[in-house]
């Protein structure tokens, strides 16, 4: 996943797929899989889990979305950086810029908006779905399918 996570084209396919899945009932998005890249393994022979105790080992036992967090909160990556003399833009992990795909003013959630009185300075990367703070250009969270008000 880490170097999959990387790849926005691929993954913004990916993650359009799983949810059109979801929405027409094909899948109910409840179990999950993990690739084997972040999870710790301990090769010892204690270490082994029973075939009968498997089914409870593999039990998920937190949203997927929390799960992803957590994993990129274990990997972190780097920041999005303002642009060359420029404080207004930044660059997006994904490449993204003002002037390319753009950024929008977005709810918690990362759903493009209209800033409004309280608004928490969040834009969501039109390219990724990263939602970034605007003051500490912080990436709080990840919406890869935001709703656009157009």
């Known amino acids: 996943m880490g170097g ?7 993954s913004s396919c990916l993650s359009r797929s799983c949810g ?3 929405e027409v009932g094909l899948v109910q998005g409840r179990h999950l899989s993990v690739d084997g890249s972040f999870v710790e393994a301990n090769a010892a022979k204690e270490s082994r889990i029973p075939r009968e105790q498997l089914g409870e080992a593999a039990q ?5 979305r929390q799960y992803l967090r957590e994993v990129e909160e ?6 999005p950086v303002h642009e060359q003399g420029n404080k207004e833009a930044w660059i997006c992990l994904c490449g993204n810029t003002p002037i390319f795909d753009g ?5 918690r959630d990362g759903n493009e908006m209209v800033p409004a009185e309280g608004w928490d300075n969040l834009y969501v990367c039109a390219r990724c779905g990263r939602i970034i703070d605007q003051d500490s250009l912080e990436v709080v969270d990840r919406n890869r399918s935001f ?3 157009d």
């Open 74 to 79: 274990q990997n972190p990556v780097e920041e």
């Open 103 to 107: 950024f929008y003013p977005c709810d």
């Open 20 to 22: 059109s899945c979801v």
């Open 147 to 149: 709703k656009r008000l």
């Open 4 to 10: 999959f996570r990387n790849r926005s084209c691929s």
């Open 60 to 64: 998920v036992h937190h949203p997927v």
